[in-house]
């Protein structure tokens, strides 16, 4: 009888399978490697099982390469490179560090295609449905080959074929009524908003303070002024935390504004969402609303921070777009890439181009946002050089930090990190005005919700909460540098507690003024990964004890859920880096662990740095700092290459 297992039968049946059997596949796993990690070298052996008749040791080569391009995807490449150092890398990572030299072999069997050689049931070429494919110098996994193809002809099909054509007179006339602002555009962002207007896909790319966000608001205005229906425009980001980022902006950009039309258009214009409600995300059955059979309805469609979108994402947004509908894509090519497999918005703009701001408009007045933009840029280029060193002041103690500029404490963790979350605790967070009284104080919620002082001291509250922010290089505990066990370490501060044991861990009592972070989407309160809250005392209508309740922006108003019916929350004080995409703090304090971590890397650096408004702390040693600052995210992609030879 078969057994079936409630974490998955495949999974169950490799566990169980014999020494021998998991050798033939995947050493890794037979001598003693955590069995929880074990896909790569599963898939491997499934797909190897998938070309009979080949010898053991053929066998064992095909499960090395198949598990080497399964581990290159979950490190966020599409394909994996058959020459050179990472296809040796990728082997040994899966557990099979001596069959290069016969992989290589046996993808020259492959390519001759000889119809008696059994590989050629599991290793084909473009077009061909075998498991595996080759296509030139590159491994792919057929799915994800196929995904890329896909998503390319679509790319190209609405690149260099409009469906529509452009009044050049009338798109002059828009771009010129939006250009006085507030704020005033510069020529760049005219430039840029002409494009958006006028192409069916459009990218706009920038660093921090070249005004990304003006422009996209700027471009929401001209659309009006042009005379789009409001119903016909959407405006979308990848994360909860990011749309209600846009959201804010595009208010307080149409409220400063002293035409009566964008007083209007404040009260019309559309709400920005999270991909997954534009595209009708169903998790009850699994699948989008929206795609190629059921199009979105609208004209224009456009989406901040495109750097976070992985490229399966992507493609379903290309693919539920109308013909005739205009994409605009905000984002900074230079920031981390999606956690998911892709690069795609870099590699939209290093294979089409696009509109690029470069003027930083943050930096005028304030020498210490000019600091971090030039510490910031210096380390994208990978060169800690003299303009580095001379805008970032390094500090030996603790004692010595400011908070101004950029700073960098250069020290291991260990040896300064209990002196620095008591200077943090008490400088960064207990010192805010009106902490105390805001965050332990009952707030009154009705029928209606919140009265409006509460509103204004919860508008204020969360101000305060927003201007600071740890960023971390991991989340889960195992380092003591992960964001899980800082946040572990200051809620036991809010809680006036001493240091948290184990039992304290397990349970991860939350107490009032304690940020939190949705983890996880929950479709039925509306609340998306990424979300911002905080946990307050609330009095109910219908109940004079005030309750524990994690309250969450909502617009212009707030909403409160008890703490026992929300999905997975976590402590916010501190975050990962990845994270922290799609927002900005007034002062951000970047953790590098004791011990090198491959997920060290310039990209990430720029990213945590570039949240920062007016300051940056570094915490880590020179060496460190000096590593990751020569090491860029490596992945692997044939998107850019292939709109490149369009």
Known sequence: ????????????????????DRDAAAPAIASGADPEDFEPAYLGWEIARCAPGLLDADRRTLAGLAAACVLSMRAGSTRLPLEGAPLTTALAAAGFPDVRAAALELLVRARLGAPEDPVVSTIGRPGARKPLIVDGDWLYAERMHALEERFCARVRARALHPATTVDARGLGRAVNAVAPGPPALTDEQKRAIRQALGAPLALITGGPGTGKTATAVALVRAIAWMGTPMDQLAVAAPTGKAAQRLADAMSRGLAQSRDLADVGLRAIAPAPLTLHRLLGWSPSRGRFARHENDRLPYRFVVVDEASMIDLAMMDRLVRALRDDARLVLFGDADQLPSIEAGAVFRDLCAGLGGARLTVNLRVANDPDARRITTAAHAVNAGAVDAAFVEVVRVKRTVADVTFEGVEHLASRWSDVGDALIDRWWRDRVAAREGFVQRSTRPYRVGAAGFDEPDRAELRALFDEHARCRILCVTRVRGFSTSADVINDRLVARLRGESAPDAAWRRSRP?????????????????????????????????????????????????????????????????MTVHKSQGSEFDHVAVILPDADLPLLTRELLYTAMTRARRSVLLVGSQELLARAVSRTVERFSGVAEKLKNR
């Open 1 to 20: 009888m078969t057994h079936f297992a409630p974490l998955g039968t495949a999974r169950e049946a490799w566990l169980r399978a014999t020494p021998s």
């Open 510 to 574: 939350l107490g009032p003024g304690n940020p939190v972070s949705v983890q996880r989407n929950d479709y039925e309160r509306g609340l998306y990964n990424g979300d911002q809250g905080l946990v307050i005392r609330v009095v109910s209508s219908v109940d004079d004890d005030p309750r524990l309740m994690a309250v969450f922006p909502r617009g212009e108003t707030f909403e409160a859920f008890p703490l026992d019916v929300l999905g997975e929350v976590a402590p916010a004080f501190a």
